[in-house]
């Protein structure tokens, strides 16, 4: 039996029996190449997004309309990244299997892997759509085939050629790029033709998985891998509004890390993302 969270993210406070959609923070970044921090990021989210309304100008919709459930953050071993991974892979597998949605909440970009394998348990023909400024191809990080580097490339192992579509790309080792020309479809820099690809996929079912470290440093500073060059904030919102309609069947957010912005504006970004998502999918 699911227990609603005492501190829920705004307007998610729906009980688990009537939720269509549930929302579960995944606390861990043990695998963070440069700066930590994005363990913190799903609690923070939650305490800073009563500084936001409910009600979405953009979508003339409010999040009273949906039906939220707030799982929050379950405890994870720190030092284990494949033990972690699996905890999160057995609760989304009970999400979907009550017919729910799963939008995850991290924590590093790594945790994706977890939901990525329990969705394509459920759909085999999944499909990703992927924004970062990370390649995240890597096949391993410092002999580290489990790494936030290394998270696409781990979701290509399980799904194959031509079902990762990779969008506002501009960092990563040569060697990602030589390899990803070859079995994944990559756009740089920014999110030009996401839409037409969206158009393109329309009724597979698709995961979509959000690096916010996509948006440019001085939109989005509270990152462990601040990578300039980045979109703005009015672009990303674009382009989760572009998931409308789509057979979105499970989400996530990371590597949102609180302590890089004293200022609070990252959070607050990702907060108004979140709700944008929420309001968007459901």
């Known amino acids: 039996m699911w227990n609603r969270h005492v501190e829920t993210f705004l307007g998610c406070d729906s009980e688990y029996a009537a939720a269509d959609i549930v929302l579960l923070g995944a606390a861990f970044d043990a695998t963070t190449s440069y700066r930590p921090g994005t363990r913190f990021a799903s609690r923070v989210m939650r305490a800073e997004s009563y ?148 158009e393109q996929l329309c009724g597979m079912p698709l995961y979509f998985t959000l690096d916010l470290d996509v948006l440019d440093p001085s939109v989005f500073p509270g990152t462990g891998t601040p990578e300039p060059g980045g979109i703005s904030f009015q672009e990303l919102l674009a382009g989760v509004h572009a998931l409308r309609g789509h057979r979105i069947v499970g989400c996530d957010i990371c590597e949102l890390s609180p302590p890089y912005d004293p200022s609070g504006i990252s959070t607050a970004a990702a907060d108004k993302i979140l709700r944008e998502l929420l309001l968007t999918i459901g």
């Open 51 to 198: 500084g936001l309304e409910t009600y979405s100008p953009y979508l003339d919709r409010d999040l009273s309309e949906l039906a939220v459930f707030d799982a929050g953050d379950p405890e994870l071993p720190f030092g284990e990244p494949a033990h972690a991974l699996a905890l999160l892979e057995e609760k989304i597998k009970t999400i979907l299997a009550d017919e729910k949605l799963p939008v995850m909440l991290g924590g590093e970009h790594l945790v994706t892997l977890a939901a990525v394998r329990a969705v394509t348990a459920r759909y085999p023909d999944l499909h990703i759509i992927h924004l970062d400024a990370h390649a995240d191809l890597r096949d391993d990080y410092l002999g580290a085939k489990l790494s936030h580097a290394c998270v696409l490339r781990r979701c290509w192992d399980l799904l194959g050629d031509g079902r990762i579509f990779q969008f506002g790309i501009r960092s990563g080792d040569q060697s990602e790029f030589i390899w990803g020309a070859q079995h994944v479809w990559t756009h740089r820099f920014d999110l030009d033709g996401l839409q037409e690809k969206l």
